[in-house]
């Protein structure tokens, strides 16, 4: 009889993880640099995400391991494992949401702009790949710099004939993350309550925290503002400075770009009240790409919110003024890599 209930109840047990292990939703989401710094924390959170059915873990060495790892973890995604040039096309069959974080991280002392020479390549050939073969998914671009990869990979589609700007997007939700956090760190705020947007691009003085339309409404003096607004530009560097040279932010973009992941697959199962910032293309101002708050739906960008560039404060529309010729140039250096490889 002991021997009877134990049979039942491991047949029990095992109906229940078998049934654990269904998957609720049929999104597919491959990561591009799955092994890296940022690739194996930011895979692991989204393995936690109901909405996956299958993911995709790419990356030019070391992948199958993690992909190994992460499988035994019994939430719904299957993993795969791809590796090198030769798997990518089979990597992104089918897949819904491609996120790219590959690429190589600052050292102290570089700008994201160093990392252009290495980078922009990388972005070329797998975005590339991704025209070939997904054409219609949602593309997250980590790889700095962001503010010139993005208009790489808008080039590449293009040449492509797929370019489809709603599904093109520069993840910059960490700058929203640290503002969130700095923010209520500094005048002791419910930290799920806060929420700042921040506008312009990913690098330096193009990062823009409205701290002036906070919300919950909040009063800083002139001094919080310019503390607050170079601490939220440079918090990048902190972590590069503070990792002494093994690299720049992994695990707060791994929380910062699952968020991200989270809320596009929400959008495409069909939840009409999805809002996150990113670097996509604009006519928020006269520069073609711009980063803003923006609505999201099953096919993409469905507007972008032009309220948070009204009514700026003469310190946000100073320094909107000061970050275009920057964000500009950075702009035009990645368009016209793409334009001389095409
Ligand atoms: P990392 O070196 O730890 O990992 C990068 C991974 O990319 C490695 O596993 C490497 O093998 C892989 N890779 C290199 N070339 C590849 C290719 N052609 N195809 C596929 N994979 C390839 O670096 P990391 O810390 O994970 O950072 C990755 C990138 O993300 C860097 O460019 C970094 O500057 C950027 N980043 C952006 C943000 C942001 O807010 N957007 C934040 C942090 C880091
Ligand atoms: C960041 O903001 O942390 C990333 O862009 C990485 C970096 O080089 O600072």
Redo the contacts with the bound molecule.
């Keep these: 009889a002991l021997r009877a209930s134990f049979a039942s109840k491991a047949q029990k047990e095992n109906r229940n993880i078998q049934y654990s292990l269904q998957p609720q939703a049929t999104f597919k989401v491959a990561v591009?640099?799955a092994?890296?710094?940022?690739?194996q924390p930011l895979s692991l959170l989204i393995k936690m995400s109901p909405l996956i059915s299958d993911l995709h873990l790419?990356?030019?060495?070391n992948v199958k391991g993690v992909a190994a790892d992460l499988s035994h973890c019994n939430t719904p995604s299957r993993v795969k494992d791809f590796t090198g040039a030769s798997e990518l096309a089979s990597c992104l069959k089918g897949v819904d949401v491609v996120v790219i974080?590959?690429?190589?991280?600052?050292k102290p002392g570089m700008t994201?702009d160093d990392?252009f020479n290495i980078?922009a390549s990388?972005v070329r050939?797998?975005v590339t790949a991704v025209a070939d073969n997904c054409p219609g998914a949602f593309i997250h671009i980590?790889?700095?710099p962001?503010n010139s990869t993005v208009p790489i990979a808008a080039e590449v589609l293009k040449q492509k004939g797929v370019y489809d700007p709603s599904k093109l997007f520069g993840?910059?939700t960490?700058d929203v993350v640290r503002a969130n956090t700095f923010v209520a760190q500094k005048k002791n705020l419910k930290l799920i309550d806060v929420d700042v947007p921040v506008i312009g691009g990913?690098a330096g003085i193009t990062i823009l925290p409205l701290l002036s339309k906070t919300r919950p409404s909040v009063n800083f003096s002139d001094e919080e503002i310019e503390q607050l607004t170079v601490r939220i530009q440079n918090a990048?560097t902190e972590v590069v400075e503070a990792k002494a040279g093994a690299?720049?932010?992994?695990l707060s973009?791994a929380y910062a770009a699952a968020r991200f992941v989270e809320s596009s697959l929400r959008a495409l199962d069909g939840d009409a009240d999805v809002y996150e910032s990113a670097f996509v293309q604009s006519n928020l101002t006269d520069l073609p790409f711009f980063a803003s708050r923006v609505k999201l739906g099953r096919n993409g960008v469905e507007t972008l919110i032009p309220s948070d560039l009204q009514g700026l404060t003469e310190y946000e529309q100073k320094a909107l003024e000061a970050l275009k010729p920057e964000l500009n140039a950075s702009i035009e250096k990645g368009i016209a890599f793409a334009q001389k490889q095409a």
């Design positions: 591009l640099g092994a890296g710094g940022i690739g790419y990356d030019i060495a974080p590959a690429g190589v991280p600052r994201r990392l980078n990388i050939d797998l980590i790889s700095n962001v993840v910059t960490l990913h990048g690299g720049s932010a992994t973009m």
